[in-house]
């Protein structure tokens, strides 16, 4: 069974540009998790889908930020426009299903504002 | 307020030898999930182990064990029989359980380096 992957590995862009990071959740997981670290501080949730519905979307930092999941499947964040205190490594995590169920992790996207 | 708390500092450890891994946390809610994660140099995320609140008895995994003490709201992660793969990043989190709630707050980490 493949894990979650994500898209790009990493992304170095200038400050202003638009960045778009794409996560494919495992298989038959509904439940799809956006995490955020920057430098120095504790990971950090942004949002949570369940199948293309938004869950909870407490932890997004501002409207600069937009998540979407069309058809439930993978998942885009958009950043538009890029500040540099964006930068950080972008997780995304998914699960079967809500209670006790485990999130498993993707690789990470590391994104470099600049 | 912080949540999850994670204070060791790096730790150097002998390979074959045990260490435990401190986490507090901090929550009014009875129900609530504790995870552990750890995260080599490679960067991803590697799930270890998971204890529910109202589990009655310690989670196990392999080398993995997790040292649950409820009323001091602990949940300390001891690795057995270190080995060199072992070096890497280990977060301590939780999940609360209020209906719909599903995100995970993290500590900050501790960093272990297996040694030879």
């Known amino acids: 069974e493949a894990g979650v992957t994500q898209f790009p590995s990493h992304s170095v862009i200038e400050k202003g540009q638009t960045v778009t990071l794409r996560c494919d959740p495992i298989s038959g997981h509904d439940n799809l998790y956006w995490y955020r670290r920057v430098m120095g501080k504790e990971i950090k949730f942004l949002l949570h889908f369940v199948k293309e519905s938004k869950q909870d979307e407490s932890g997004m930092p501002n409207n600069r930020f937009l998540a979407e999941r069309t058809g439930g499947t993978y998942s885009t964040l958009k950043v538009q426009p890029a500040e540099l205190e964006d930068s950080g490594v972008y997780f995304c995590?998914?699960?079967?299903?809500?209670?006790?169920?485990?999130?498993?992790f993707g690789p990470g996207t590391r994104l470099l504002v600049l | 307020a912080q949540k999850i708390t994670q204070t060791q500092p790096g730790m150097f450890v002998q390979e074959k030898e045990a260490v435990t891994l401190d986490c507090t946390y901090d929550t009014s809610d009875p129900s609530y999930g504790l995870f552990w994660y750890k995260q080599p140099s490679s960067g991803e995320m590697i799930f270890l182990i998971y204890?529910?609140?109202?589990?009655?008895q310690n989670a196990t995994e392999g080398r993995y064990s997790l040292n649950f003490q409820k009323a001091r709201k602990s949940a300390n992660l001891v690795i057995s029989a270190s080995q060199l793969g072992d070096s890497a990043m280990y977060f301590c989190?939780?999940?609360?359980?209020?209906?719909?709630?599903?995100?995970?707050?993290f500590g900050k980490g501790n960093q272990v380096v297996v040694i030879p």
């Open positions: 989190a939780m999940r609360e359980g209020r209906y719909g709630n599903n995100r995970l707050a």
């Open positions: 204890q529910g609140s109202y589990d009655q």
């Open positions: 995590a998914s699960s079967r299903g809500l209670g006790e169920e485990t999130q498993y």
